[in-house]
């Protein structure tokens, strides 16, 4: 089993920044691709980013690309998502997810293993 626990979410203004991270306990945290989620309310939950095992390869979905930095330590068992630019349509509950691989980064949500509770990101206007 994998925990994991989102932490930086909050209130930001518009074109302002936060860093997600989002912490890893129970097995070796580089055995697994990590990836960010969001989900708007009324909408379903969508990819954001995702990150290889090792760091070495990154993705992102059109709408933050250029925006938003996925990243991780794992040394200290951690990933972060660093979002600058905020927009209002950024809004929403970030989940990270861990998935069992040392492939591809899927950005596919069923291809994850394990998730955390959530953190909630406002961007007011």
């Known amino acids: 089993q994998v925990q994991l626990v989102e932490s930086g979410g909050g209130l930001v203004q518009a074109g302002g920044s936060l860093r997600l991270s989002c912490a890893a306990s129970?097995?070796?945290?580089?055995?697994?691709?990590m990836g960010w989620f969001r989900q708007a309310p009324g909408k379903e939950r969508e990819f954001v980013a995702a990150?290889?095992?090792?760091?070495?390869?990154?993705y992102y979905a059109n709408s933050v690309k250029g925006r938003f930095t996925i990243s991780r330590d794992n040394a200290k068992n951690t990933v972060y998502l660093q979002m600058n630019s905020l927009k209002p349509e950024d809004t929403a509950v970030y989940y990270c997810?861990?998935?069992?691989?040392?492939?591809?980064?899927?950005?596919?949500?069923?291809?994850?293993?394990?998730w955390g509770q959530g953190t909630q990101v406002t961007v007011s206007s």
């Open positions: 997810a861990a998935e069992v691989s040392r492939g591809w980064p899927s950005q596919n949500e069923d291809e994850y293993d394990y």
């Open positions: 129970g097995r070796t945290f580089s055995n697994y691709n």
């Open positions: 990150i290889r095992w090792s760091g070495g390869s990154s």
